[in-house]
């Protein structure tokens, strides 16, 4: 970004541990929030808040898109949002799936295949080693 | 090279260039395309997970409450992983400080960055070496892929005729469709298997780079290859950053 000379920009050393220690706090956070027990979707929300809150701290800082040219941070804007597009459209046509197709679409065909299958009984689960009981 | 270019530059820029600085954007423009190149396939794999976790959410919640991922390994990958992020950083930095004009100061500068990239390479080592562990107790306790999947605590039913797997075995013998702990398995080992791969890559590139800098090569004006490696080395960094939670934390 408007060096006229070939000299690097050199983000103090501070910027950098001030980062590291960023990144080292929120992953306690976010395997601290793991052993909370919250609801699934919650959990996955909360999970990838944080996520995102360290990938933006590398990149900017890291990566040194806060002092790289436009049309890299473009580039890299660009990818996020055609990424967002391919799991959103893609969320849609799987959330649809059921209720345009009854019964490809769901368990219920496969699951009217195994009513009457019994596996024998050397295939049954066993006691996990670690249970208490 | 012709000799009449020679004189005005330096031998480590191309002649097709007419500065550094020109060389030195298209290097980190080139990076980026293929960073965000392999952003978009990571997305593919990520997208399985979106589309696994849509159809077995309750598969994911099982691994979860069976403990079948090490949460200490992973949480210590991760800070394995965001240190060496540090180191390589710190690297790229001492690259920058090295002085165009051959002296102390920029030997100074050029072993504090070989000995960063030694450091961040180690580091890597130590991921995949943690890796290794997570991986030999899985092909131990049977908690693998598809169809090598046999974990005797959560079995598969296996239908004989057409060879699919039809789902999971619960109290009784009777199959459970909705339970699919051989797809979790597939997605774990094809997310953190290609990620693993970025990693011995990323060894071997940054060792490149420390043996180079041996060869008194880089300085401020000529750094797009550490750079370069950084970017990637950090990429690798921001993928395990959502793989970490997804596979190991979230119920």
Redesign the interface.
């Known amino acids: 970004m408007g060096h006229s000379h070939s000299e690097p920009h050199v983000t103090p050393l501070s910027i950098y541990y001030g980062v590291f220690g960023t990144l080292i706090v929120l992953t306690f956070i976010t395997v601290g929030v793991s052993y909370l027990g919250l609801p699934s979707t919650l959990s996955v929300i909360v999970a990838m808040a944080v996520a995102s809150v360290k990938a933006f701290f590398v990149a900017n800082w890291f990566m040194h898109l806060n002092h790289d040219s436009k049309f890299n941070v473009y580039l890299f804007l660009a990818s996020l949002w055609f990424i967002g597009i391919f799991f959103i459209f893609t969320t849609f046509d799987l959330a649809s799936r059921d209720s345009i197709m009854k019964h490809s679409g769901t368990f219920e065909a496969r699951k009217a295949n195994v009513e009457k299958i019994i596996a024998p009984k050397d295939q049954w689960p066993v006691a996990s080693e670690t249970a208490s009981h | 090279m012709s000799s009449e270019h020679a004189h005005h530059h330096p031998h480590y820029q191309a002649h097709h260039f007419h500065?550094?600085?020109q060389q030195?954007?298209s290097n980190?423009?080139g990076m980026?395309?293929f960073?965000?190149q392999e952003?978009?396939f990571f997305?593919g794999l990520?997208?399985a997970y979106?589309?696994t976790r849509?159809?077995y959410?309750e598969t994911?919640?099982e691994v979860q409450e069976?403990?079948l991922l090490s949460?200490p390994m992973g949480?210590t990958n991760?800070?394995v992983l965001?240190?060496s992020?540090?180191t390589?950083?710190?690297a790229v930095?001492e690259a920058?400080?090295i002085p165009t004009l051959e002296n102390d100061e920029s030997k100074k500068h050029r072993k504090n960055m070989m000995v960063l990239l030694v450091v961040t390479a180690v580091l890597a080592c130590v991921f995949l070496v943690i890796k290794y562990f997570e991986y030999s107790h899985k092909l131990h306790v049977g908690t693998l892929p598809g169809h090598f999947y046999n974990f005797?605590?959560?079995?598969v039913?296996k239908d004989e005729s057409t060879g699919r797997i039809?789902?999971a075995?619960?109290?009784?013998?009777?199959?459970d469709?909705?339970s699919a702990p051989h797809i979790f398995f597939s997605l774990y080992f094809v997310m953190t298997g290609t990620h693993g791969l970025h990693v011995v890559i990323g060894v071997g590139v940054i060792l490149w780079l420390a043996l180079r800098a041996k060869r008194g090569e880089f300085n401020?004006?000529n750094?797009s290859a550490v750079?370069n490696v950084?970017?990637y080395w950090?990429?690798v960094?921001?993928i395990w950053?959502?793989l970490f939670?997804?596979m190991?934390?979230?119920?």
């Open positions: 500065t550094m600085e030195n954007s980190k423009l980026w395309a960073l965000v952003l978009l997305s990520f997208m979106i589309a849509y159809f959410g994911f919640t069976r403990n949460i949480f991760t800070i965001l240190t992020s540090l390589m950083a710190l930095r920058q400080l005797a605590e959560w079995p039913y039809l789902g075995i619960r109290e009784g013998g009777i199959i469709v909705e401020q004006e750094y750079e950084g970017l950090h990429l960094d921001l950053i959502f939670p997804l190991y934390l979230v119920q």
